[in-house]
């Protein structure tokens, strides 16, 4: 057993998610740095089912929509009773409905929740939730991009997925989750791992020299190559220096040029 670190105590998110399938979060949040994160007691997640709070003799938990048309929309009474039940007399965080007209998650708001003692995350299904629910419990309306999923359960287990890495004590010691993609505003650098050689393909030099100044600066130039490739969009508000612009237009230049044997 390695000792614990000093921040173990006094730190911990606690993340209460509201769906009519709990049973989709299991593998998720047992896995990997949120199994761990949650066995340190550094996050605490539990599924609310909605549907015994449904008062209907079913437990049914959605309806036709008033007005017509396709699909279903989730009763605004369970949600409440399970929203009431999971906050209790005196809730201090934020309830959050994933939704397709949310503000976008972003980097920054996920460092942002993850300073908060405690989330309630809504789960829609089908083709909606009764506007009425949304507008009596819920604080902050998110969601994860342009495009339609079947619910906002994978939506929910993404937020928390990326909102735990800004725990402290939730990614190991040597990693930072300010030194990912997106937090300096540039792509990352190509990595390696053994074997030196494989299928004829070499590890570049660079990285065996031991020269670690040597390799910051080559990781640094393969950094603003791959957004130079791939999103080349970030390159406007990334912080750069006046050289590494120059290396950019050299890059771009090269980019430009055709291969050919006589250059
Ligand atoms: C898809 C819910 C479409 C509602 C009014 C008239 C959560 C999501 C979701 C879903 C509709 C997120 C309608 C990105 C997503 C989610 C399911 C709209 C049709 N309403 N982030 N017609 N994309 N999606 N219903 O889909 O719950 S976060």
Redesign the pocket.
Known sequence: MSTPEPWTRWLSLKIKILTIFPEMFDSVLNASILGRAREQGLLEVTCVDIRPFSDRKHKNTDDY?FGG???MVMLAQPILAAMAAATGEHFRGKRI??????TR?TTDKARELAQEEELVLL??????VDQRALDTCIDEE???????????????MVLTDCVSRFIPGVLGSSESPEEESFSDGLLEYPQYTRPREINGMEVPEVLLSGDHAKIRAWRRQESLRATLRFRPDLLATASLTDKERRLLDTMREEMDTPCSPEN
Do not use: F, N, V
């Open positions: 929509p048309g396709a699909g409905y994933l939704g397709p007209r949310g998650l789960c829609g299904h089908y083709e909606g998110i969601s994860i991009g342009d495009y339609i999923l079947t619910g906002g359960e994978l939506a929910a």
